[in-house]
């Protein structure tokens, strides 16, 4: 996993205001905007769809960030 990627990403996510899926290393994933981001570049913070405003370290990523895809049903 390249941190630096994703914080790079990251960046243009919230300039874009495009919504994505995050994958924690403990299984726990948010599809939301990204509101914000650390100037340390340890983390950013995303509000999920379901669970509000959450902070997310960069080490905490199981996969990168990826723009988020309606699946259909």
Same mark, same amino acid.
Not at 9 to 21: A, G, P, S, W, Y
Not at 38 to 44: E, N
Not at 52 to 72: A, P, R, S, T
């Given at each position: 996993?390249?941190?630096?990627?994703n914080?790079?990403k990251?960046?243009v996510?919230?300039? =874009?205001k495009? #919504?994505?899926?995050?994958? #924690?290393?403990?299984?726990?994933?948010?599809?939301?905007?990204?509101?914000?981001?650390?100037?340390?570049?340890?983390?950013?913070?995303?509000v999920?769809?379901? =669970?509000? #405003?959450?902070?997310?370290f960069?080490?905490?990523?199981?996969?990168?960030?990826?723009?988020?895809?309606e699946v259909?049903?």
């Amino acid at each position: 996993m390249n941190n630096e990627l994703n914080y790079e990403k990251t960046k243009v996510f919230l300039e =874009r205001k495009i #919504k994505v899926h995050v994958v #924690k290393n403990n299984g726990i994933w948010y599809n939301g905007i990204i509101t914000e981001i650390s100037k340390t570049k340890d983390y950013f913070f995303i509000v999920d769809e379901v =669970r509000g #405003k959450q902070m997310i370290f960069y080490e905490e990523l199981n996969k990168d960030i990826e723009i988020y895809q309606e699946v259909e049903k």
